[in-house]
Structures are given as C-alpha cells and as structure tokens.
C-alpha cells in the first residue's frame, strides 16, 4: 500500500476512533493537485474536536508529517475546522455544517476509500 494511502487510512482509523461519526476517507488525488486525501468526520464540540486535533497532530509529527494549517474554516465557531497535512486534508466539522456543505457529494468523482477498523 502507498505510504500516503497508508498513513491517510491510519489518521481516519485515529478520527473514528476519537468518535468523529460517520468518519468517510475520500481519495481525492486525480481531481486536484493541492492535496491526495480528506478525512471527513462530525464532532459534537469544541472539546471533541479539541482532542481528535491534538490526536491527529501527535500521528502527524511521529510520522513526519507537517501540519501545515489548522484554523476554523468559519469564523463563527467551531462548525467546521480544518487540518492540513499536506497530502491528508482532515475535516471535522458540526452536523449542521456537514449536512450543508456536503464535502462527500462535492468531491462525489473521489474514490471513497474502506477504513479498516482493525487496524494494520
């Protein structure tokens, strides 16, 4: 398995196991060139949200990978944050805010990838 598919499956075993619902991996990589992957996922507060990103960040920095932004996408509060590693894009966001933007059906022509709930 690639080493980005690899570690893109890994971050979204770590989001759902953090309880982000209904936790989708999309690969993204033949529609644009900024990114490969986004980890989708719905967190239920600003704590939820709060300890899936310090997870991920973990992942991230004992594997390399540079987190190179992580900002509300809306400044309003916490609907929809956002973790860019690059080549993995994670995407936690409030039901409302995902019912709403509806990044699956945006991003329809990705590849929804399986996320092995066992683990590697």
Do not use: C
Request: proline content about 1%.
């Amino acid at each position: 398995m690639e080493k980005t598919e690899e570690l893109a499956r890994k971050i979204a075993q770590l989001v759902q196991d953090g309880k982000g619902a209904d936790t989708v991996l999309i690969n993204v990589s033949e529609l644009n060139s900024w990114t490969d992957y986004f980890v989708i996922a719905t967190v239920n507060s600003s704590a939820h949200w709060q300890g899936i990103f310090r997870q991920v960040n973990e992942f991230a920095k004992e594997n390399g990978l540079e987190t190179r932004q992580s900002n509300k996408k809306l400044p309003s509060g916490d609907d929809w944050n956002l973790i860019d590693l690059g080549t993995i894009v994670v995407h936690l966001m409030s039901k409302e805010a995902r019912t709403f933007y509806d990044l699956e059906k945006l991003w329809k022509a990705g590849k929804i990838l399986e996320i092995d709930s066992q683990g590697e």
